[in-house]
């Protein structure tokens, strides 16, 4: 399953930059829809085009491997029982 590290890498640029990074503002200055980042920050299996990973990456200024990563299934399984079981 492919993860996306959408919310890590906001409060990544928000410590460096000292502001706060919201959706509406990301949705601003790409052009992605709002919808379309809340459902990557919240559905673990969305799918989305490449060009939304081309916008993000060059809002970020990172590599597709700071956005996203393989995770297994096995692995995600395990994941989420942990934040089920707290």
């Not at 993860?3 to 410590?15: M, S, V």
């Not at 790409?30 to 490449?50: E, H, V």
């Not at 060059?58 to 995600?76: A, G, H, N, P, W």
Request: with cysteine; glycine share 2%.
């Amino acid at each position: 399953m492919i993860r996306f590290k959408l919310k890590e890498i906001t409060a990544k640029h928000e410590f460096l930059s000292g502001k706060r990074i919201s959706l509406k503002d990301i949705s601003a200055a790409t052009g992605i829809n709002r919808m379309t980042l809340t459902k990557i920050n919240t559905i673990a299996d969305y799918s989305t085009s490449t060009d939304t990973l081309n916008k993000l990456c060059t809002y970020f200024d990172c590599k597709i491997e700071d956005l996203i990563e393989y995770v297994s299934d096995d692995m995600f399984e395990k994941m989420k029982q942990s934040t089920t079981e707290k």
